[in-house]
């Protein structure tokens, strides 16, 4: 039995061995090219060891079993576990734990925004499932570096534009760029501390993204977390740029893999060592992982069915790549938005709505925008604004109160909480009111105050739909 403890691989002061390292990274590329191939996962089971060789892979396939078979009634799923097994659960669990805190812990200095946040954290859990909510960190910052992207995926889950150009780093640029960031942190606080410098855009496509990024880690104390989908495009650039990331605070960088072809050039460029840190988002098709349909893939729905092996209509978890509640930031056009994910569909069909937009000319203009949005975001949901359920939320009269119903989520209000539950169950429904206006047609049943308590109960819940 090893009882011997698994050191940490993620944090800075690390005390894992080269040989811990490396048994990592190689049971990591193991499974990402069993995630990447369904020949490899169809042949692998048959001959385990001839057929991890042949694919030029160096993990023991047979040490590392409960994560390549499916069959939880394998004997292997009981065995006792490979220490290659533990140590890369072990990695697992410290990303999984990186990226829950990062979602849990982003406190920030404005009160209407934190609250504004953590609606859209219970939002995105009832209309997406709580699984899908748990991988977006609801970052509280992206920007964009340049106009348009370079790449063209035709599954790009938020309709990228063709590349029109990159913003440049010059002198005018960089004092507006760290008056902007600075705007930022001293409204939002260190939460946008987790943001990122891409968006529709490809960060690589810009050459002075890391200088932008150095200002960024300056501002916030962490460089930000990249991710590309040309990882042969400059890989003396993106060793150097991964390095960086790295010696200043950041965990993970990401490399989107478009086909088989370009994964087979990615691992004979860059050892399984130097990827340790760099998450393979497999996009190509058969992948285990499927596409979002969402942004320019609902446009494509037959060659997104074919791409993914699934049908439509589709679990409303996999419309979104969208992980921002927070800002939205346009460089090259000088715009923010105020935005926040949602369940791709006509109205919003690139997975995320927009609650506000704004254009700014100088530094004072966004500081004065941003902190006027801000401003709109509150606790309570103010008196003069329609109280209408969510979108995705449908109402059922019970005998003693109601319930809000929705793909991942059920919600049951009896009088024992607010007297007046049924008597608004029909006004609430019908979507028509103001709170105060509802709170006026209830006095004769309830209290004014104790309706707007519930109404704003409602709100706190995200149970409401949300505009600026």
């Known amino acids: 039995m090893i009882t011997a403890e698994i050191p940490s ?27 990447a191939d369904p020949a490899f996962r169809e042949a692998l089971p048959k001959d385990p060891y001839t057929v991890t060789k042949a694919a030029g892979l160096q993990a023991d396939p047979l040490a590392i079993r409960p994560l390549w078979e499916l069959d939880s009634e394998h004997p292997a799923h009981r065995a006792e576990p490979s220490l290659s097994l533990l140590r890369y659960r072990s990695f697992m669990a410290e990303k ?8 849990r812990e982003a406190d920030s200095v404005h009160p209407g925004y934190q609250a504004w946040r953590a609606r859209q954290l219970r939002r995105c859990a009832g209309e997406l499932g ?37 913003w440049p780093y010059t002198d005018e ?22 943001g990122f410098c891409y968006w529709a855009t490809d960060p690589l496509d810009n050459p002075d993204y890391e200088k932008f990024c150095h200002d960024f880690a300056d501002c916030f104390g962490v460089y930000p977390q990249t991710t590309t989908a040309q990882p042969m495009r400059d890989p003396d650039r993106f060793r150097k740029l991964h390095e960086v990331a790295r010696r200043r605070g950041c965990k993970i960088d990401r490399f989107s893999v478009l086909s088989r072809g370009m994964l087979r050039k990615v691992f004979a460029e860059y050892t399984a060592e130097e990827l340790l840190f760099v998450e393979l988002v497999m996009q190509m098709d058969g992948a285990w992982a499927g596409k979002a349909f969402a942004g320019r893939a609902r446009t494509k729905p037959e060659k997104w ?30 715009s923010f938005e105020l935005v926040t994910p949602c369940r791709a569909d006509q109205k919003w069909p690139n997975g995320y709505k927009v609650l506000a937009r704004h254009t700014f000319g100088d530094a004072g203009e966004f500081e004065a925008k941003l902190r006027a949005t801000l401003s709109l ?91 600026l």
């Open 305 to 334: 069915k074919k791409s993914t092996g699934r049908e439509l209509p589709m679990d409303a978890a996999a419309s979104t790549i969208a992980c921002v509640s927070g800002v939205l930031l346009r460089m090259p056009e000088r």
């Open 96 to 103: 999984l734990a990186f990226r829950d805190r990062l979602q």
């Open 130 to 166: 709580q699984t899908k909510n748990e991988g977006l960190v609801h970052s509280g910052l992206a920007v964009e570096l340049c106009e348009g992207c370079s790449v063209g995926c035709w599954f790009c889950g938020i309709s990228a534009l063709k590349l029109n150009g990159a």
């Open 377 to 467: 975001l509150g606790e309570r949901l103010p008196v003069d604004k329609i109280v209408r359920l969510r979108g995705d939320l449908r109402l059922e009269v019970l005998q003693d109160g109601f319930a809000l119903v929705g793909d991942y989520f059920r919600q049951t209000f009896t009088r024992k909480l607010y007297s007046g539950v049924l008597a608004l169950a029909e006004p609430l429904a019908q979507g028509e009111s103001t709170s105060m206006q509802l709170a006026l047609a209830m006095e004769s049943v309830c209290p004014l105050h104790e309706t707007l308590a519930f109404i704003n109960r409602l709100f706190a819940l995200a149970l409401l739909e949300e505009e």
């Open 9 to 35: 691989l993620l944090e800075p002061d690390s005390v894992a061995t080269e040989e811990h390292r490396s048994d990592v990274a190689h049971c990591k590329r193991f499974c990402e090219y069993w995630t």
């Open 173 to 194: 640029h960089a004092d507006l760029w760290k008056s902007v960031l600075r705007s930022v942190r001293e409204q939002l606080g260190d939460t946008a501390g987790n």
